[in-house]
């Protein structure tokens, strides 16, 4: 008997499976497809995170499975590969980031094939390659022709010791630049927005169509903070409440402010009393909500009330009165705000837009896209709040595509979101020149069935693209209205002492190792079963080795002698084992899919004599998805030249698996002969029975069934 050597048994199938490119998903086959989505990476300096790893090892199990199960499984992956930290990580290395990125891109992907994820890698995206940011491109200036995509000025956070615009993840919760550790300011700047606020009732709306986890649906409603209230005039000072009931007992107007409290000076008329009543600036008030004015009820809101208390404002008790509503006028808020959609960065896609002193604001011509970024040798920030591409002139001037004349390059950038607004439409057709992909393969594919994510990007990425999505089908460029039908989101991996994993707590736990000592299996199972999917959950050196002691068995155990015949315990059991793996992998239960298998060998164990080839191969296939390298190793030792991974899933009635029941009343011409256990095979084992075969005796017979109770021959 041979040893467990996962490494050669990893090398040999990863080399295999791209020999026989055996995970490619074919455009408009005729199985039923499935698109199963997940988060393309930014590729850090780092390499794959344990938590990269839990994520799409668990949703290879379910690629894996769904193929199994006769679905054309679209499983791609690629590289989101702009932005800041991708920038900040070439400036701290001294290497231009149009070096760092394809070398960041190749240790990512090696990694995801020591893996062993069944990705599609003929379909691989990355966000930087001007082929692929031309159509990032082309969505702006289809944005901007719709009045979508528009300049104003907005406050943006400044550095004023690095002498640059800092994105808000730079700035620390104090107030301070997270590199130079100097206070910043907020100083206004003319910036690109996007108008996503047009969409805010159109999101609400998708949210009722689709299947989102109800922590998904819940933020993303928070995050779009919908009001219905009304808008009530204090002389000229319009404010915002959802409370008009409670008008007559507002005893001051709050106007919003970001430096010190006190009275403006200013009175006006409560229109309900006719009463004058004093205009305060109150920092409680959010200048980016509703209409930057409250009015002060000090009797029915709790903020309002302290801050009478303070300033000694006037507190008069009322009752609600519906009939206050004739004071104001119907209007809703939204949380939601526009987009900022530039950056004053270098590594970015350029903002593809001319300004022109006779014709304004003019779209680059979709002939002429992409405009490409061009090579800077120093790509520091500028020192001015533009972008270095400023400093570029001869890049910087251009011509009027309207009118001829001499005219200046947009030099702002898009944001780290820009190119994961519509990746997911890519990798159907990613080197199509002429379209971001061909309608067919789009109509194909479309909507993706299942994306799985992780849960801070529900606010932010998930909400853009949906935006971006309904947009493009709003002018006819994709099939559907919603993107994902169903979005599901994963915990992350915290470090063996509970901390986020962090090279300055020491704690981080690098793939490549668990990988070089215990094979890609261990890594995969391990990440499985460390705890629920969508929890948080620490990682435990000693739980890995538990994992390997269980695959070790699983070896040991399959290149034993079988028995000649499967026990119908045997067959129970493992009838039982792979209904469970599979209806736990149907719902990302893959911790408890686990679980049952290694109390599966726990039996087998003990039960070496019962168990036959045909039960070794349903326990294998049932293995598969989760340990592709090892159970595939196994199935060619055990005589079959084609891969475990293009075979059926086995499927199981679960009456005939479950425990109840577990006897089952045998009956010829409705009177009792046999009583018989309960297993897969029953029907055959009734047949063959002595007591049911004296009373058939060759003749003709229908079958009745009721599972796990009664089978009766009536002849
Ligand atoms: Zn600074
Ligand atoms: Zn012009």
């Not at 009722?208 to 995050?223: A, F, L």
């Not at 390059?409 to 020149?433: L, Q, V």
């Not at 559907?480 to 002492?497: C, F, N, Q, S, W």
Request: glycine share 6%; with cysteine.
């Amino acid at each position: 008997m041979t040893k467990y050597d996962h490494q050669t048994i990893e090398e040999k199938w990863t080399k295999e499976w791209q020999r026989r490119d055996l995970y490619r998903a074919v455009d408009g086959d005729k199985k039923p497809k499935f698109y199963l989505l997940v988060e393309f990476p930014y590729p850090s300096g780092a390499g794959l995170h344990v938590g990269h790893a839990r994520s799409w090892s668990a949703m290879d199990a379910y690629a894996r499975k769904k193929r199994m199960e006769g679905f054309n499984v679209l499983y791609p992956m690629g590289w989101d590969a702009f932005g800041l930290p991708a920038e900040n990580y070439a400036l701290k290395m001294g290497v231009h980031p149009s070096k760092v990125v394809p070398n960041n891109i190749a240790t990512f992907k090696e990694q995801c094939q020591n893996l062993g994820l069944s990705f599609d890698w003929s379909r691989e995206i990355d966000t930087t390659d001007p082929k692929y940011y031309k159509w990032t491109q082309w969505i702006f200036v289809q944005l901007f022709k719709k009045g979508l995509a528009y300049q104003a000025e907005v406050l943006v956070n400044w550095c004023p010791n690095c002498k640059t615009n800092l994105a808000d993840e730079e700035v620390l919760p104090n107030g301070t630049h997270e590199r130079c550790g100097k206070p910043t300011e907020r100083r206004p700047q003319k910036q690109w927005l996007l108008k996503i606020t047009a969409y805010a009732d159109k999101l609400l709306k998708g949210l009722e169509t689709v299947d989102y986890s109800e922590d998904v649906k819940r933020q993303q409603i928070n995050w779009i903070g919908k009001k219905e209230g009304m808008e009530i005039k204090f002389d000229d000072i319009k404010v915002f409440t959802t409370r008009p009931d409670t008008l007559a007992g507002a005893t001051f107007v709050a106007v919003a402010s970001d430096d010190e409290e006190g009275f403006t000076g200013q009175m006006v008329m409560n229109p309900a009393t006719g009463e004058k009543i004093p205009v305060w600036k109150a920092n409680y008030v959010l200048n980016s909500y509703g209409t930057g004015a409250v009015m002060g009820v000090p009797a029915y809101d709790e903020r309002d009330r302290e801050f009478a208390l303070k300033h000694k404002i006037k507190i008069v008790e009322i009752e609600p009165d519906e009939s206050m509503r004739k004071y104001g006028t119907p209007a809703v808020m939204y949380h939601l705000r526009d987009w900022v959609f530039s950056r004053q960065h270098y590594w970015g896609e350029p903002i593809p837009i001319v300004h022109c002193s006779k014709c304004g604001l003019v779209s680059v011509p979709e002939s002429q896209l992409p405009v490409e970024l061009p090579y800077l040798e120093k790509y520091e920030p500028s020192g001015t709040g533009e972008s270095p591409l400023a400093k570029i002139e001869e890049w910087v001037k251009t011509t009027c595509s309207k009118c001829g004349e001499v005219a200046r390059r947009e030099t702002d950038t898009m944001p780290n979101w820009a190119g994961s607004n519509w990746y997911f439409i890519r990798y159907f057709d990613n080197k199509n020149e002429q379209e971001l992909a061909s309608k067919e393969k789009m109509k194909y594919w479309l909507p993706v069935d299942l994306y799985q994510g992780g849960a801070e990007h529900i606010t932010l990425h998930l909400l853009y693209s949906r935006f971006i999505y309904r947009f493009l089908h709003e002018i006819g460029v994709v099939p559907t209205a919603e993107p994902y039908m169903k979005r599901r989101t994963h915990g992350i991996v915290l470090g063996p002492d509970g901390r986020k994993m962090s090279k300055s707590f020491g704690n981080v736990i690098n793939p490549d190792e668990i990988v070089r000592k215990y094979g890609a299996d261990t890594l995969r199972m391990y990440e499985m079963f460390m705890g629920p999917f969508g929890q948080m959950v620490a990682w435990n050196d000693t739980a890995v080795e538990g994992v390997y002691r269980f695959l070790k068995r699983v070896w040991v155990l399959t290149q034993g002698e079988f028995a000649i015949q499967s026990s119908p315990e045997a067959k129970r059991r493992v009838a039982k084992l792979v209904n469970k793996i599979d209806t736990d992998i149907e719902v990302l239960k893959f911790n408890t899919a686990v679980a049952s298998a290694m109390e599966y060998i726990n039996w087998w164990q003990d039960h070496k004599d019962e168990v036959g080839k045909d039960t070794v191969e349903k326990f294998i296939l049932g293995l598969a998805p989760m340990a592709p390298f090892m159970t595939e190793e196994i199935w060619s030792l055990l005589g079959n030249t084609d891969s475990i991974h293009q075979q059926k899933w086995p499927k199981y009635d679960p009456e005939l698996v479950s425990d109840e029941n577990r006897i089952v009343v045998i009956q010829v011409n409705g009177k009792v002969r046999e009583r018989l256990e309960n297993g897969p095979d029953i029907e055959q084992r009734a047949l063959e029975s002595a007591k049911v075969k004296k009373y058939l005796s060759g003749a003709k017979y229908r079958t009745i069934i009721v599972p796990g109770k009664l089978i009766n021959f009536v002849i």
